[in-house]
């Protein structure tokens, strides 16, 4: 008798996830902000004629209206149309960049966490020597040394630092949890470990996951635009950091060409405020003490 | 109610308070104050990093920044300075120099009255140590250079050097990595023996102080600053009657481009070194600070620095090894659209690779119709009849390619350069417009040069060609220079391109011999014609555009600065001909002296 009401508690939170992310205002609006602006980029993107985004396609330097939407830089290229590029690409980099680090981290944290031993030493001393070293510091490092890769490559760097935190604390999470009733049961009735991890454990991480992918993506974003503000970005493609790069590098702040910085900065807050609140979405409903009414 | 009333009181007591300081303040005269007045005797160079290491300064410890120092400009000097506006071998620490018959030995007659900072004279002896210095030491900058080309230096007397060359050549008074004269930037520089004797390892040693002959004694030196103050005892002003304007100079870093732009509008700056304005800040500076002006009143405003930009071909590997290949790429390639864009109009396409100077006219108008029959300008129709040539068709996707492989070149560029990253950003949506699908890879630092000097590129630029002189750069094409993929080249416009042709190298030995026999122009010209002709045939690079150097001068406390209206000297504050801007020479011509910059209003 008392085991059927607390199955039934946990068959509604397991259904309730995503109807609780979809009901959580700030998940929905952050969402649609993001999915809007990463769509309107992709279609028109699409539309556009490739030749148009090549230096020389536009008169050097107009301000935003006349003739085209956002103004031109001094390459003689439409603001616009290299935010159609830059989004897309900026929002790769942080897809990949936050699911190698996430699934990476997780991987890593569960194997260490639940085998324990040996193998959790080595593990251990793994993740407190990659905190504890500066991350932008070896990125720079390794940009600088990979001078000229692609938008892929460059996110993949940064997914190979993004691992260690993550690790960390699914680890604490699989030590606490493994030693409950449920994995003594499932230990018991002959599953292996690999089984107990995948089935067993991975479920109670998911939303703790969500949101750090969330996390980590902007991260991503932030640390690809910081590389190519130094110049260590993927030179022949366009991100939102590289844009910066290259108004940076023609003075457009000094010579008052401000809708060629201001559209990449403008872009880079709103993509981080829409994923901010879709951090906090996933935080409120992974943590019901965090939900505010409304 | 005694509220309202005392802040009625403390108003009525502040108002007094402020009537008595404006009176004080308008009974005091205005005047300049101390730091106008020391400004207004000072001149400040602004360049483009920190300093890395502050407390070096031996001009010949390898890594020594020559350019934004100041050092070989305030601290050194040297024997003749090579004046390109005027064509002027200006002679200074020395008089005159005088080859033997057959060009192995050069004779130098030094200046009397010459000083070291320190008091100690300036003789043969020190020539004759700093040469015995280079060959004992190879590892100090341009030691292996100077050791190929110099045998020994003799001291006749204490006034009179003899340097004895290891083979013949007329021009070796003129190459600044052997001899002590500055034509492009620097040159072999002339150290104190009494103090240099009791070095022990003249490659770590940091000659703190640094003693020169200069008109400027170092005073300090930190990582944002290297400071000057003018020296009441120098030589020149006994010798020669004259003193520097400026009683400081500061080669300083105050930051970016947009800092630095901030600076010039605001006087705090003199003018910037070179590769730091951009035309576009350069013309917001100009509409706020009206005493800024550059080289020309008008578009262009840089001045043409001596080494124009091209584009460099790895002829010792497929693809680039086919000068059809070459000449497609080339066509490609828009020169126009590079300095619109890239420069910002600031400079002149180029179809050679020489300097835009008047001496230097007459040739380029010998060899204007082999230019015109060359490969060097836009022409796409062209390019697609030279790809065709060389067995390459177009694919499914628009890119040539042949046997099923793209024509896919290696684009290398110094990606530590806002310049380089402009003009190859042009570049490359030119090339692939016309159908060739370049890969592109900015380097820096070291890598850089390892990977040019071994010739792991398809493409590299935009690369200088110095020092413009027309036999030097000549000589820069010549085989002697050709090294094995690999191995690394004698520098990167010192052949990295593996170019190698027989009849190429006769020509310019022929100009070599010619000029040693002091054979007229029309000889050398026709010379000159001959090389050119296989030159373009062969194409080893592709020129694209004369070198701006968009270094603006502020008129606010200095004025004298040279400009395209009164080009008595070049703009180079990161030359070591720099002093002469300051002090002034006295003219080969007329004998009289051209004075330097003075007081603004003076």
């Known amino acids: ?294 | 109610m005694s509220r309202s009333r005392s802040t009625l009181v403390i108003s009525l007591l502040l108002l007094v308070a402020m009537l008595i300081t404006s009176a004080c303040t308008a009974a005091v005269p205005a005047g300049p104050s101390a730091a106008d007045m020391e400004r207004a005797q000072t001149l400040n160079i602004a360049v483009s990093r920190p300093f890395a290491d502050p407390t070096l300064f031996n001009i010949y410890a390898p890594g020594f920044d020559r350019s934004r120092t100041g050092l070989g400009a305030m601290v050194h000097e040297y024997l003749f300075y090579l004046n390109m506006e005027t064509g002027e071998f200006v002679p200074w620490l020395a008089e005159s120099y005088e080859y033997n018959d057959d060009y192995t030995e050069i004779t130098v007659n030094l200046r009397d009255g010459v000083m070291w900072s320190d008091g100690e004279a300036f003789t043969a002896d020190d020539i004759v140590f700093t040469y015995e210095m280079l060959r004992n030491n190879p590892a100090l900058t341009w030691a292996n250079e100077s050791n190929k080309a110099v045998a020994n230096v003799e001291k006749i007397d204490d006034l009179t050097a003899k340097f004895i060359l290891t083979e013949p050549n007329p021009r070796q008074h003129l190459v600044r990595e052997t001899f002590p004269a500055v034509g492009v930037w620097s040159g072999i520089t002339i150290v104190p023996e009494h103090i240099w004797r009791d070095v022990e390892d003249p490659v770590t040693f940091k000659f703190d102080p640094p003693i020169g002959t200069g008109p400027y004694l170092l005073e300090s030196a930190t990582e944002s600053a290297f400071s000057y103050t003018r020296r009441d005892d120098w030589w020149g002003t006994e010798v020669f009657g004259v003193t520097p304007a400026p009683a400081k100079v500061n080669f300083m870093h105050v930051g970016p481009e947009t800092s630095v732009a901030l600076s010039l509008s605001a006087n705090e700056i003199d003018s910037p070194a070179i590769g730091i304005l951009s035309p576009g800040a350069f013309m917001s500076v100009k509409e706020r600070n009206p005493n800024i002006k550059a080289w020309t009143e008008e578009a262009p405003y840089a001045w043409y620095d001596p080494c124009p930009r091209a584009l460099l071909f790895q002829m010792g590997k497929p693809p680039m090894d086919d000068p059809l290949v070459r000449k497609g790429i080339s066509s490609l390639i828009d020169r126009d659209q590079i300095v619109a864009l890239a420069y910002e109009g600031a400079t002149v396409v180029s179809d050679n690779v020489w300097p835009e100077y008047s001496g230097l006219q007459p040739y380029k108008d010998a060899i204007a119709d082999v230019i015109a029959a060359s490969a060097v300008t836009y022409n796409p129709e062209a390019a697609e009849q030279y790809f065709t040539e060389a067995g390459y068709a177009k694919d499914a996707d628009g890119f040539w390619a042949k046997d099923g492989e793209r024509l896919a070149p290696l684009l290398m560029t110094n990606g530590d350069t806002p310049e380089a990253m402009k003009v190859t950003a042009v570049i490359v949506d030119q090339l692939e417009t016309g159908g060739v699908a370049v890969e592109f890879q900015p380097l820096g630092g070291a890598v850089v040069d390892a990977a040019i000097l071994a010739g792991e590129y398809d493409l590299y630029g935009p690369q200088a060609f110095c020092p413009g002189t027309i036999y030097e750069n000549m000589e820069l094409f010549h085989g002697k220079f050709f090294v094995p993929l690999g191995e690394p080249a004698p520098w990167y416009e010192r052949n990295s391109f593996r170019y190698a042709n027989p009849e190429y190298d006769a020509a310019v030995d022929a100009m070599l011999v010619a000029l040693g026999e002091n054979a007229d122009e029309a000889t050398l010209i026709d010379i000159y014609r001959q090389a050119m002709e296989v030159w373009y045939n062969d194409l080893p690079v592709t020129p694209l555009n004369q070198a701006p150097a968009l270094v603006p001068f502020n008129y606010t406390y200095w004025d004298g600065w040279p400009s395209a209206e009164n080009p008595w000297m070049m703009p180079v504050n990161w030359w070591a001909t720099m002093n002469l801007l300051l002090t002034g020479y006295e003219s080969v011509e007329t004998g009289e002296w051209v004075p330097g910059i003075r007081a603004a209003g003076q």
């Not at chain 1, 992310?21 to 649609?32: H, S, V, Y």
């Not at chain 1, 991987?107 to 080595?122: P, Q, T």
């Not at chain 1, 996951?209 to 503000?229: D, Q, R, Y």
């Not at chain 1, 403008?266 to 505010?292: K, Q």
Request: glycine residues 10%; hydrophobic residues 55%; neutral net charge.
């Open chain 1, 1 to 294: 008798m008392a085991v059927a009401p607390v199955q039934d508690a946990i068959v509604e939170s397991r259904k309730g996830v995503l109807w609780e992310l979809q009901r959580n205002r700030k998940f929905t609006i952050g969402g649609a902000i993001f999915l809007a602006m990463l769509l309107i980029a992709l279609i028109s993107g699409m539309m556009i004629d490739p030749d148009l985004r090549k230096s020389g396609s536009f008169p050097q330097r107009l301000p935003p209206g006349e003739g085209t939407l956002f103004g031109t830089t001094s390459l003689g290229q439409s603001v616009a149309i290299q935010l159609t590029e830059a989004i897309p690409n900026s929002v790769q980099v942080g897809l990949i960049a936050a699911a190698v680090g996430t699934i990476l981290g997780a991987l890593i944290g569960f194997v260490s966490g639940y085998f324990g031993g040996k193998v959790d030493n080595v593990l251990r001393i793994l993740i407190d020597v990659f905190l504890s070293v500066p991350s932008l510091l070896f990125l720079i490092l390794i940009a600088a040394l990979l001078r000229g890769v692609g938008v892929t490559a460059m996110a993949l760097i940064i997914g190979a630092f993004a691992w260690p935190s993550p690790a960390r604390q699914v680890r604490a999470q699989v030590l606490s949890l493994k030693e409950r009733g449920f994995v003594q049961v499932a230990r018991l009735s002959g599953m292996n470990g690999m089984e107990i991890i995948l089935i067993e454990l991975m479920p109670h991480m998911f939303q703790w996951l969500g949101a750090n992918f969330v996390n980590a993506f902007i991260a991503a974003v932030l640390a690809e635009s910081g590389l190519s503000i130094l110049g260590l970005g993927p030179s022949r493609e366009m991100t939102l950091g590289m844009m910066i790069y290259w108004a940076l590098n023609y003075s457009a702040i000094f010579q008052n060409l401000w809708w060629w910085w201001l559209a990449p900065v403008i872009t880079l807050m709103a993509l981080f405020l829409s994923l901010y609140l879709v951090h906090i979405g996933f935080d409120e409903v992974s943590n019901p003490r965090l939900r505010t009414e409304g």
